[in-house]
């Protein structure tokens, strides 16, 4: 699926020489600013607010800038931004999509990485904001930015946000017509007990985590990496790659390992460290001690542990 297959498209996006109106999303009514849809990091559906993620469509209103100018924001550099916005350039899809829209955040709640897929039928211009209160942007992902056609991830990095819900507002004019959409994120920062750090620190390797990483990268077959080829080069060369692109290398860790790597795992064994080890059994499960049932070289650990399971009941939010 394609949410799936594609969810390690970190590229800076490319801005086309197109024109876009100088339009702002429409805040929904401020009643309306709380629950959210739950999904996991896959982006399936878990339950919660069905009303969120809904996008309505209109005529485009007369432009109000020439169509010979063009106004964007670039996205923030991951070097000297504190949230991540990465929008990959548009992914061929057959057939070519005939709906415009942007998906359901994934994972909701977010821990430390929200994740969108855009999809829009033809080139337009996207403005994307998220909002603390319906009058306060608090990021802005894109404002009148020339996209093409396709599908396009946004990756936002939320570890540095204060824990609350946040409202993410999409406009999107796509030919004739205007798309809008907004839907409510839920950001948590889970807090490992003293219980919990001494209890990984006896049964996570974080070593025998790292080796797997690796392993994963240099794999033959592996159908959810972005990058053409396994990783190729010693150690020292993979330790030294950024886990997300940075404009400096062609690919990163998180183009060669694919779509289960969702989070990067600190070398400081802070507190992010301890609760991320806990959040994702596909990619950690290759550190806890009681792995069991894991498919030999394969690109995903696709075990149990019940020692990762156990983990979970020592965090709080």
Known sequence: ????????????????????????????????????????????????????????????????????????????????????????????????????????????PGYYIVNFQLTLSAAGCLTLV??????????????????????????????????????????????????TEYGDVEIKHPVASPTARTFADAHFSESNYRNA???VATLAYNPTRIAPTPFVGTRADWNALPFLPNGIVTYSKYDYLGWAFFYDLPTTHNDQYYTTIGLNLAQFGFGWDDGTGNTPNYYNFDGTSANETSYHSYFSY
């Open 1 to 108: 699926m394609i949410r799936i297959t594609l969810s390690a498209l970190l590229f800076i996006v490319m801005v086309f020489a197109i024109g876009c109106p100088n339009d702002n999303p429409t805040s929904p009514p401020e009643s309306q600013f709380s629950g959210i849809l739950r999904t996991d990091i896959s982006g399936a559906i878990l339950g919660g607010d069905t009303t969120d993620w809904k996008v309505v469509r209109t005529a485009i209103p007369t432009p109000k800038q020439k169509t010979d100018e063009v106004t964007s924001l670039a996205v923030p550099s991951l070097h000297n931004s504190p949230e991540l916005s990465v929008i990959s350039p548009a992914i061929a899809v057959v057939p070519v999509p005939t709906n415009t829209y942007l998906s359901a955040a994934y994972c909701n």
């Open 130 to 179: 998220t909002k603390s209160n319906p009058a306060t942007i608090v990021h802005s992902f894109a404002t009148n930015q020339a996209l093409s056609a396709g599908v396009h991830l946004i990756r936002w990095d939320v570890s540095n946000i204060t824990p609350g819900i946040y409202r993410v507002e999409m406009t999107a004019d796509v030919g004739s017509y205007r798309y």
């Open 213 to 215: 990483e690796y392993l």
